[in-house]
């Protein structure tokens, strides 16, 4: 079964620093999201992606977050300059695009982004 | 009020039993409603879409009641792979974003 993947599980950074979170959408899928959990809260929408710029974004995203296709297969999240709050799982998806309505997302099994 | 609420639990039951969950949206023009479930520290899995006529897939069963705008999900059998933390989720109309409630936590027992 086609899965959405994502590296590296686990990310520890200092406070900061850059990151770069990696995600393989499913192959026919055409719109890829990332979103994210605070440890005990619930799952928040950061930004969609479709045809190569971004449709969607939330007030989370902001100036310190940018997302890329930088080929024909990666998706990538960074953060240009980590905080302590930006600890989180942060979990890539992706759906196929149909033209009249919105369709499920499948999601990848996340990366645990630490900051310190 | 919140845009997708649920009721956080837990619910314990023993095997067997059966539970519901119910979740309310805000926005009365969503579109369309998901139940994800996630287990500790994992990925939000699609359980089952929810359709106007409400749908069935095996021991569980949607529902969605638009005029009172809430959703249901109703679990028979339950089993201890039962456990878990189910997403109530809701779409709005041209929007991709999916919203989140906060999750409602099963726990089966033995």
């Known amino acids: 079964e086609p899965e959405v993947t994502q590296t590296p599980s686990h990310q520890v950074t200092q406070m900061g620093q850059e990151v770069i979170l990696r995600c393989v959408p499913i192959?026919?899928?055409?719109?890829f999201y990332w979103y994210r959990q605070i440890l005990g809260q619930k799952v928040e929408f950061l930004v969609s992606f479709y045809n190569n710029e971004i449709s969607e974004k939330s007030e989370i995203f902001d100036d310190q977050f940018s997302v890329e296709r930088p080929d024909g297969s990666n998706f990538t999240l960074k953060i240009r300059s980590t905080k302590l709050e930006d600890s989180a799982m942060y979990f890539c998806?992706?759906?196929?695009?149909?033209?009249?309505?919105?369709?499920?997302?499948?999601f990848g099994q996340g990366t645990r982004l630490t900051v310190v | 009020r919140k845009e997708v609420e649920q009721d956080p639990g837990p619910f314990n039951v023993p095997e067997g039993a059966t539970v519901a969950f119910n979740c309310t949206y805000s926005n009365s023009a969503s579109q369309s409603f998901f139940w994800y479930r996630q287990d500790c520290r994992k990925e939000p899995k699609l359980l089952m879409s929810v359709y106007s006529s409400g749908n069935e897939d095996g021991r569980f069963t949607a529902q969605l009641n638009r005029a009172s705008q809430y959703i249901s999900l109703l679990i028979r059998d339950s089993k201890l792979s039962d456990s878990a933390t189910y997403l109530c989720?809701?779409?709005?109309?041209?929007?991709?974003?999916?919203?989140f409630g906060s999750g409602t936590r099963l726990q089966v027992q033995p």
């Open positions: 998806a992706s759906s196929v695009y149909r033209r009249a309505m919105n369709t499920e997302a499948f």
């Open positions: 989720v809701v779409n709005y109309p041209g929007r991709r974003a999916l919203t």
């Open positions: 192959s026919n899928h055409l719109y």
